[in-house]
């Protein structure tokens, strides 16, 4: 089993929608649509907790706890260290 490198957090298109700008530092774009990469997730609660780390504009680390009600995730992906995710046909590894 290949590494595991965190989680891609999919959001209803209305969610995006009502979160406005506010939620589009934290998108990232793919073949399969905007999603939030986070390296943690917490969906014990009533908000789904994501924990993303980053970089400031002067190099510094960062660690930013996104927050938001569980109604508005769609789906969520454990994503793996082979590279690309999601539901589209797959190339075999070159050796």
């Not at 989680?7 to 506010?22: K, R």
């Not at 943690?40 to 907790?49: M, P, Q, S, Y």
């Not at 938001?68 to 190339?91: L, N």
């Amino acid at each position: 089993m290949n590494a595991h490198n965190g989680y891609a957090v999919f959001l209803y298109p209305q969610a995006l929608e009502a979160l406005g700008e506010a939620i589009k530092p934290y998108l990232r774009e793919s073949p399969m649509g905007a999603h939030v990469a986070c390296d943690e997730i917490d969906t014990g609660g009533a908000l789904i907790e994501m924990t993303l780390r980053g970089r400031t504009e002067q190099g510094g680390d960062v660690t930013v706890e996104l927050m938001v009600p569980g109604s508005m995730v769609r789906m969520i992906v454990s994503t793996q260290g082979d590279g690309d995710f999601g539901f589209g046909p797959r190339t075999a590894p070159v050796s």
